[in-house]
């Protein structure tokens, strides 16, 4: 092949008739060249970009450039076949104002109409409506009931198949900082792709996403945790802006990309996404706050915004023309973007009234401007020429995999990252060495039988307590699972199943180590099966704190707040658990039905009944027994004595640990529940 000097073989490059023809009509192509065989390339800039079988053709009508960069060549699974054009028009969206019975647009009225391989700037002074604009354009479930219509191709999209061709970079990236640049790539495009898709393809659409974002330096640098420094805060950006494109998107929406970076940050982020849109005829709309005048050059359109309303829609090149006839010269060697949000923005003007003013003449003069005309007119015309989204058919995903993919994600966290779970083992283990030194070496006393009773609500209650400290990481993982979530990649079964089997054997783990150094040391009943019960009630009770840990955190996923119901609701579940209340003596309401589904209440009985009602005591000198029992006569106290203060039964071991599998299993269904209904 005679072009293929680059190290590929022509055969490897995307061919696509119709796409070849779309493009041939495209201006920006600056060089068409044509082998021996009639097959013709297009170079546009420094990349060979697409060839189009044609047998019959001349020979070469350009010589161009064969020196092409062919590590940069266009992805070609990126490539937007689909989406011509993305319209909307009539977007209103009004809140009630508080205290008030009156109403107010935060979104009011805006059109528009955005075509394949456009990058879209969405500009506008603090709370103009940007988030909101973007939110309604990709189509995100929020709180609010918009109006108004958007079209794709100029037809109307279920929002389930939206879903299928767009993607929404979050401000925040919630990538999982101790993941690699490539890891992260790769765990995305586990989820996302089908299983048609080979593991060499795979790799190739990665190889290509990092050369594309300029991460293939980085490829194995990990995205950085709190203690560890990873990739720097534009890379990050890039790395997630790549991973959201793993799922082939042809609409791209970004929450200010650029937000939290400097300026040459910025523009590396722009410049990388501008490359990647132009190369594979992406729509990109990205809301952005104040960028440089480089960052501002490099988009195409810009929708101006404030309070709401559109104060110019359209080429970016045109801004300036279009501001001077209203009067508004944007001076030389300013930069544009400033200047524009300073005309539109009303809350920092020393002459309120007049600013008001000004932008409301702003916003007339653009309702009634030609170019505003014309947006209508394009609206009209994608809608009278509606042609279908042919979506790609390898969509398809294997379910039953996707918790496996996500436990080996886990899997891979959890032992990179100190704060998963090596903090809680560090944690739990030094509770084992205090509790085994205070309560240390008891004896069969009758003087220890308190102190065993309190070791064994320590043992419990207490170490369910402090499950609080999972807090933190599930938070961590569920702002994955949204994000993750409404890119469509997976739901929250798959989700649970993952975060319930990737907490198993670390909580055994947890429960070993505390048993071996705390059971010992405090000299419970020693016998291995006595040890091996005391592990499974231990384990059983963290697997149950952390189902209620999840539980709380997906119904108040912040941080404050689920730490509070979290510690609220083992706080009770301590109250009543039968320690500081002997059951006998609780009164009915909570009796009757908080101490049945008080999982720290079978771990407690469970362990009473392990220690208790294995041994007797000596009640030592002057033979005055604690407890009364039938070994009095003998100076001794049956430990079922000390059951049947507590009502405990013996022999019930089987039905309490069936109970708490129970719970344990009911916190993860309610946990599904949550985030199935809670989308945000
Ligand atoms: N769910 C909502 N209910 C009531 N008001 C809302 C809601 N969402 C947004 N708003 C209001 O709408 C306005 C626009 O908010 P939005 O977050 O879209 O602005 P923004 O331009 O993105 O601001 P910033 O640049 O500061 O992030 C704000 O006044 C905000 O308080």
Redesign the pocket.
């Known amino acids: 092949m005679h072009l293929a000097e680059g190290g590929q073989s022509v055969s490897d490059w995307p061919r696509n008739r119709q796409a070849a023809a779309d493009r041939a009509a495209d201006e920006t192509f600056t060089n068409t060249v044509r082998d021996k065989e009639g097959c013709m390339y297009m170079l546009w800039g420094q990349h060979l970009y697409l060839e189009m079988a044609e047998a019959n053709g001349k020979e070469q009508s350009h010589s161009g450039t064969l020196s092409t960069d062919v590590e940069a060549l266009p992805d070609a699974h990126l490539l937007n076949e689909s989406v011509q054009s993305f319209s909307f028009e009539g977007l209103t969206v009004t809140?009630p104002i508080k205290g008030s019975k009156e109403e107010r647009r935060?979104i009011d009225d805006v059109s528009g109409v955005f075509r394949a391989g456009e990058m879209v700037a969405l500009m506008?002074?603090?709370?103009?409506?940007?988030?909101?604009?973007l939110n309604l354009l990709a189509r995100r479930e929020?709180?609010?009931t918009p109006t108004g219509k958007t079209y794709v191709n100029g037809g109307e999209l279920s929002r389930s198949t939206f879903r299928k061709i767009s993607s929404y970079v979050e401000q925040e990236d919630h990538l999982i900082g101790s993941l690699t640049a490539r890891e992260t790539l790769d765990f995305s495009a586990k989820l996302a792709l089908s299983r048609s898709i080979t593991s060499a393809e795979r790799r190739r659409r990665i190889d290509a996403l990092l050369a594309s974002f300029g991460l293939v330096e980085n490829q194995t640098t990990l995205v950085g945790t709190p203690i560890r420094r990873g990739l720097s805060g534009g890379q990050k950006r890039r790395l997630g802006v790549a991973s959201s494109l793993i799922t082939c998107p042809k609409i791209l929406f970004l929450d200010?990309p650029t937000s939290g970076l400097d300026s040459a940050a910025s523009f590396e982020v722009i410049n990388y996404l501008k490359n990647v849109c132009k190369q594979n005829r992406l729509i990109v709309i990205c809301?952005i706050?104040q960028p440089s005048t480089a960052t501002f050059n490099l988009f195409d359109t810009l929708y101006l915004?404030s309070s709401?309303k559109l104060c110019y829609a359209g080429p970016l090149t045109e801004t300036s023309s279009y501001f001077s006839t209203l009067g508004y010269e944007i001076p030389h060697f300013y930069n544009p973007a400033e200047y524009l949000l300073e005309l539109i923005n009303v809350d920092f003007a020393q002459d309120k009234a007049a600013a008001t003013k000004q932008l409301q003449g702003i916003q007339t003069s653009w309702h009634s401007s030609e170019k505003h005309k014309a947006i209508t007119q394009s609206i009209a015309t994608v809608k009278s020429e509606k042609t279908e989204v042919v979506l790609e058919a390898q969509r398809t995903r294997n379910q039953i995999l996707i918790p496996f993919i996500l436990l080996h994600r886990s899997f891979v966290k959890s032992y990179r990252d100190v704060f998963a779970y090596g903090v809680r083992i560090a944690m739990y283990l030094g509770l084992a060495i205090m509790m085994g030194t205070v309560w240390l070496r008891l004896s069969t006393h009758q003087d220890s039988i308190q102190p065993f009773v309190n070791a064994i609500f320590f043992g419990s209650a207490f170490m369910s307590f402090m499950a609080v400290a999972y807090v933190p990481a599930f938070l961590e993982d569920r702002a994955s699972f949204i994000k993750e979530r409404n890119n469509g990649l997976y739901g929250p079964a798959s989700f649970i199943i993952a975060n319930f089997l990737i907490g198993i054997p670390y909580l055994f783990l947890i429960s070993i180590l505390f048993s071996v150094v705390s059971y010992w040391l405090s000299n419970f009943y020693p016998s291995g099966a006595a040890f091996m019960y005391w592990v499974m009630w231990l384990f059983l009770d963290l697997l149950a704190a952390e189902g209620l840990v999840v539980l709380m955190s997906s119904l108040a996923p912040i941080f404050v707040v689920s730490l509070a119901l979290t510690a609220f609701a083992n706080g009770l579940w301590m109250s009543v658990g039968g320690f500081l209340v002997s059951p006998k003596v609780l009164n009915v309401f909570w009796k009757y039905w908080a101490r049945y589904i008080d999982y720290q209440a079978y771990v407690f009985q469970g362990m009473m009944v392990n220690e208790f009602s294995r041994r007797n005591y000596q009640c030592g000198e002057g033979c005055h027994c604690m407890y009364p029992s039938a070994l009095e006569d003998q100076c001794m106290i049956d430990g079922d004595a000390v059951l049947q203060v507590y009502g405990y039964k013996t022999g019930k071991n089987g039905e309490w640990a069936g109970i708490l599998i129970a719970i344990i299993f009911a916190y993860r269904l309610l946990a599904w529940v949550v985030l199935k209904l809670k989308k945000t």
Not at 125 to 131: E, H, L, R, V
């Open positions: 809140v935060i506008g002074p603090s709370g103009c409506g940007k988030t909101t604009l929020t709180n609010l200010e809301s706050h915004l709401g």
